[in-house]
């Protein structure tokens, strides 16, 4: 699988210091997965206390169903963030960083209200790679 980020040059470019794909074009994907909504509860039910702890906690949720599929965050090709306070847009683009490093994948940030008030983020993705696991 190849992934090929798009910035069209007659729409408006990506802020300086973001670091995601305006599009994401993949080519030779025979298999695609829809993660849905990853809230920041670890296993155990807990929840980690503070924005930059949930948000750590809801990508390693993201991640260990990528395991489960047989794919990593290179796999990953979209993701949508849902977050309780705009406030914590700051916070949630280093979090990204330091989780997805150099990867630009498509992103779109949504401030909602989020189901469980105690949730301040909730993070859902696709993924696309090639055969599955045997």
């Known amino acids: 699988m190849q992934t090929r980020p798009i910035d069209a040059a007659d729409a408006p470019a990506i802020p300086p210091g973001r670091a995601y794909a305006q599009a994401l074009e993949v080519s030779g994907a025979q298999r695609l997965l829809f993660v849905s909504g990853q809230t920041p509860e670890r296993a155990d039910g807990s929840l980690p206390e503070g924005f930059a702890a949930q948000c750590r906690q ?59 008030e105690r949730w301040l983020v909730e993070i859902e993705a696709v993924a696309a790679g090639g055969p599955g696991p045997d």
Do not use: H, P, S, Y
């Not at 990593?72 to 490093?101: H, Y």
């Open 58 to 116: 809801a990508w390693a949720n993201v991640e260990a169903q990528l395991r489960a599929a047989g794919m990593t965050l290179d796999n990953l090709v979209k993701a949508t963030v849902f977050l309780a306070d705009r406030t914590d847009g700051v916070t949630r683009r280093e979090v990204r960083r330091a989780v997805l490093g150099d990867r630009r994948i498509a992103m779109t940030v949504v401030v909602a209200g989020i189901f469980d």
